[in-house]
């Protein structure tokens, strides 16, 4: 059996040892006070912000005081060494510097303003259709806003082309073909009892090679945009895409043209003092010099259209390559052919190293393109296939 539950023994008053001795009890009926935390539980504090006096105005000073132990609690309990003020924080909020207090300047109502009722100003209709769905703009910036051109984006694209090591590199490399090649040839023919005519006829070997070093760098001008997505900033900062592909011709072309010009303005100085043979006419000496410089230029615009369409750099510079080399190649295999020699004899006639050659006086086949017809032709498949790259770049998405 269960025996019934016996009561708890209640310390007597007069008993000072027991816990809670001289704790007045609370009347029936009171509400119960809050609890209060126990004196050996650690860590409890209790912030209490005290007013300093009225000497001092604007300072609070928060201090963490510990509750006060029961009577009876051990001194063991306080921490040793703890100094009177510990847990003591001041907060100091600082006054400004004594003296008169200037009168604030009553608000001046500016012209066009009309006050509402109870005096307040109206906002300018200029700021109040600002915003959201607002006909008239919120803020006016007091920067000077200018208006991109042309030649903003030339400046950028000439920033571009001069940064890069595939500028140094390809240019460079053409640079010392044709003036290597050109100075080995005058030496080779110098040394024959020959007489040449055009004297000039010889220089456009090294041109030849330097144009397959000028084809990857009109490809490189646009397509290495696209493979490090780059373009997108391009774009972003002049969305005219036809106002970026117009600067990049230019750009191309000056370089190329200046730099071609002054090669084979060497080379050509070089054939005219070491071989023997007729002094070139004035015209001969354009085609040889400005002539060749304009194909050059022009090839290069054609390999920027070719990266412009394909924008992949490999691609077009293999399908440039090929442009070059092998109608050339195709037509040495087909000639011996009766019903494909007339093609065969076209493909040779109308092709690249055939063109360069005439521009010297030295097709490799009569009855093609001479003299400054060969640059026409060039300068109209060029024409086309920059035409495309302008209509694409509009259509497609980068």
């Known amino acids: 059996m269960t025996s019934p539950q016996q009561p708890q023994q209640q310390p007597e008053p007069h008993d000072t040892d027991a816990p809670g001795a001289g704790v007045p009890m609370p009347p029936a009926g009171a509400p ?11 860590g409890t504090m209790m912030l209490q912000a005290q007013q300093q006096p009225a000497g001092s105005p604007g300072t609070m000073m928060l201090q963490a ?7 009876g609690t051990p001194a063991q309990h306080a921490p040793h060494g703890a100094p009177k003020d510990a847990g003591t924080m001041m907060l100091q909020a600082q006054q400004p510097p004594a003296g008169p207090v200037p009168p604030q300047q009553p608000y001046q109502q500016q012209p066009g303003q009309e006050a509402h009722a109870g005096g307040q100003p109206q906002i300018p209709a200029a700021w109040q259709g600002g915003g959201p769905g607002g006909a008239a ?9 200018r208006r991109t051109n042309l030649g903003h984006a030339l400046a950028s694209e000439w920033t571009k082309i001069r940064s890069v090591r595939s500028t140094m590199w390809t240019l460079g490399a053409m640079i010392i073909l044709v003036v290597g090649v050109g100075l080995l040839t005058a030496l080779a023919l110098s040394t024959t009892d020959q007489t040449f005519d055009p004297l000039l006829g010889g220089a456009w070997f090294g041109l030849l090679l330097g144009t397959l070093c000028v084809i990857p760098l009109g490809v490189l001008v646009i397509s ?8 997108r900033t391009t774009f972003t900062a002049c969305p005219s895409r036809a106002r970026v592909l117009t600067a990049k011709a230019i750009v191309l072309f000056a370089l190329t043209f200046v730099i071609t010009t002054v090669s084979t303005t060497l080379v050509s100085l070089l054939h005219a003092g070491m071989l023997d043979g007729p002094a070139p006419t004035g015209d001969q000496w354009l085609r040889a010099t400005v002539g060749a410089g304009l194909y050059v230029a022009l090839l290069s615009l054609l390999a920027m259209g070719a990266g412009s369409l394909l924008r992949h750099s490999a691609g077009a510079i293999s399908a440039m390559t090929g442009l070059v080399l092998l109608p050339m190649l195709l037509a040495v295999f087909m000639i011996g052919s009766e019903s494909l020699q007339p093609l065969a004899k076209a493909m040779i006639q109308y092709s690249i190293p055939s063109s360069l050659g005439a521009i010297y006086g030295q097709p490799f086949l009569p009855g093609g393109p001479e003299g400054w017809q060969p640059l026409l032709v060039l300068a109209g498949v060029t024409a086309v296939v920059l035409g495309g790259a302008y209509a ?6 980068v």
């Open 224 to 231: 290495s945009e696209y493979g490090t997505g780059m373009i």
């Open 32 to 42: 119960e006070p809050p609890a209060q935390p126990p004196a050996d539980a650690p």
């Open 392 to 397: 694409a770049l509009e259509k497609r998405d």
């Open 137 to 145: 703009p919120g803020y006016v910036s007091p920067i000077p806003v």
């Open 65 to 71: 005081q510990q509750p006060p132990a029961p009577h």
